[in-house]
């Protein structure tokens, strides 16, 4: 599908890849280290799928994923720095468009007060007033979380690429 862009549009596809980072379960059950506390895990993953039913919602509250000196990461677009930055992007973009996605987690994995969390996303970008779809895609995701003084994680770096083939290459 044709990618249309308008506005923060180039930065529509990263940032969301994040913000929006999985909740399926991890490759064969078995990702995570040994002393990782499943209980850890089980609370990221609650994050993320918490994250995704938000966004598919039209809530954009659902920026309080991130933490405050967040950055997000996306090829050919400069990075979006700090949790306002972040949250301007999104509420200008939900304004105007709709967006449903599906996170996939391949993997977790928690070391003391940070965590990653990687996989896949499907995402369709629509435009609210047309219904027109603008963005139709499938996506990597890491996401860096850091464990915040309350006990919850916020996603602190996130970077996506596409999980597309590239045009003209096999």
């Not at 913000?19 to 059950?29: Q, T």
């Not at 995570?32 to 993320?48: D, H, L, S, V, Y």
């Not at 027109?132 to 003084?149: F, S």
């Amino acid at each position: 599908m044709k990618h249309v862009f308008r506005g923060w549009k180039p930065l529509r596809v990263a940032a969301l890849a994040v913000v929006l980072s999985g909740c399926a379960s991890n490759r064969a059950g078995t990702t995570n280290a040994p002393e990782q506390p499943k209980a850890e895990e089980a609370a990221i993953r609650g994050t993320i799928a918490h994250l995704e039913q938000r966004i598919n919602q039209g809530d954009p509250g659902f920026v309080d994923i991130f933490a405050k000196d967040a950055v997000i990461i996306a090829p050919a677009a400069p990075d979006v720095v700090g949790f306002d930055a972040i949250r301007t992007m999104y509420t200008d973009m939900l304004k105007q468009d709709s967006m449903t996605v599906h996170f996939s987690t391949g993997e977790v994995v928690v070391a003391g007060d940070l965590a990653y969390e990687r996989g896949t996303y499907t995402l369709r970008i629509a435009d609210k007033a047309s219904g027109r779809v603008l963005q139709d895609v499938k996506n990597k995701h890491l996401h860096i979380l850091k464990r915040q003084p309350d006990g919850t994680w916020k996603t602190w770096r996130m970077m996506v690429n596409s999980a597309e083939p590239t045009p003209g290459r096999n």
